[in-house]
């Protein structure tokens, strides 16, 4: 039940794109297509984004993406807005758990 | 409206005993598993437990498994943490949260409940 490991920072100016990848093993992100992640501002609950690794809920914007390759899930950001500025995590299912990712703090410069 | 709201937190002494709610609403509780996930304070998320739609297939991190009972009550729309032998390590905001698919993800959070374990 090691954590994901996420990048502790990623930045970027408005209108660019910003990716976050999310690494861990064949025994979660490598075996199951259950990636999630989730947005979290300062003083708030997390909000998911993107669930079976590239889904996106209703109501979150399509510059929202997500993909994976082998143990390594990615979430891109394009277009930058001021209000994605937030902590992201990705989790996964593990089978008898679940396990989430150390978080990427996006700053927009 | 789906809405989760916690409540039991508080402050206790280490070695000390909480029990959190998460009331539901807005939603048909029973077909859905429910969690709770941790945050300390400036940390990250982790998950703590989870329970199915039935009350009888449940799992725990192993920080707090034999510590921990996760348990719900479908005819009040509740789930409920049961914690018992606190450690300073266990002060964190605790999360409820619905799960998609058994536990496949998360699509509601409540606001959550913050735990204080300190002496």
């Known amino acids: 039940q090691s954590a994901l490991t996420q990048p502790p920072s990623a930045s970027g100016s408005p209108g660019q794109s910003v990716t976050i990848s999310c690494t861990g093993t064949s025994r979660d992100v490598g075996h199951y297509d259950y990636v999630s992640w989730y947005q979290q501002h300062p003083g708030k609950a997390p909000k998911l984004m993107i669930y079976?690794?590239?889904k996106r809920p209703s109501g979150v914007p399509d510059r929202f993406s997500g993909s994976k390759s082998g143990d390594t899930a990615s979430l891109t950001v394009s277009g930058l807005q001021a209000e994605d500025e937030a902590d992201y995590y990705c989790c996964s299912y593990a089978g008898s758990s679940n396990v989430f990712g150390t978080g990427t703090k996006v700053t927009v410069l | 409206e789906v809405q989760l709201v916690e409540s039991g937190g508080g402050l206790v002494q280490p070695g000390g005993s909480l029990r959190l709610s998460c009331a539901a609403s807005g939603f048909t509780f029973n077909p859905y598993w429910m969690h709770w996930v941790r945050q300390a304070p400036g940390k990250g998320l982790v998950w703590v437990s989870r329970i199915d739609d039935g009350g009888s297939t449940i799992t725990y991190a192993d920080s707090v498994k034999g510590r921990f009972t996760i348990s719900r009550d479908n005819a009040k729309d509740t789930l409920y943490l049961q914690m018992n032998s606190l450690r300073a390590e266990d002060t964190a905001m605790y999360y409820c949260?619905?799960?998609?698919?058994?536990?496949?993800?998360?699509?509601?959070w409540g606001q959550g409940a913050l735990v204080t374990v300190s002496s």
């Open positions: 079976e690794v590239s």
């Open positions: 949260a619905r799960g998609i698919g058994g536990a496949r993800h998360f699509d509601y």
